[in-house]
């Protein structure tokens, strides 16, 4: 059975505990691509990971974008959101159809 991991700073992935998910606590941006690299050689289908983090290790990010598993998919952060995720949708819409469909903004 698959799994479902989150990764960020305490304080902002701390309730995805209490919901059964398993946490991974990171103070530091080498420590969230240690963390990615490990977990992601274990059984697990998801894992966020805070805006912040995703940000500052996209090329560690990037190696898995290939692959069928896992999927590593962008959360707001205790601070909000940094408008990554959104970002991410934006540039899969572009590369399947071609044009940006979802938010042209003229």
């Known amino acids: 059975m698959y799994k479902i991991g989150v990764i960020g700073d305490k304080q902002s992935i701390l309730g995805f505990k209490a919901v059964g ?5 990171c103070i530091t941006k080498d420590d969230a691509r240690h963390t990615l690299r490990e977990i992601a050689k274990e059984d697990y289908a998801i894992i966020y990971i ?3 983090f995703y940000a ?3 090329d560690t990010v990037y190696e898995y974008n290939e692959k069928r598993l896992p999927a590593i998919i962008p959360i707001p952060g205790m601070h909000g959101t940094e408008g990554i995720g959104i970002q991410n949708i934006k540039k899969a ?4 159809v071609g044009a940006d469909i979802l938010f042209n903004n003229d």
């Open 93 to 96: 819409v572009e590369k399947a």
């Open 50 to 52: 805070t805006e912040n």
């Open 21 to 25: 998910l398993d946490v991974f606590d």
């Open 56 to 58: 500052e290790i996209k």
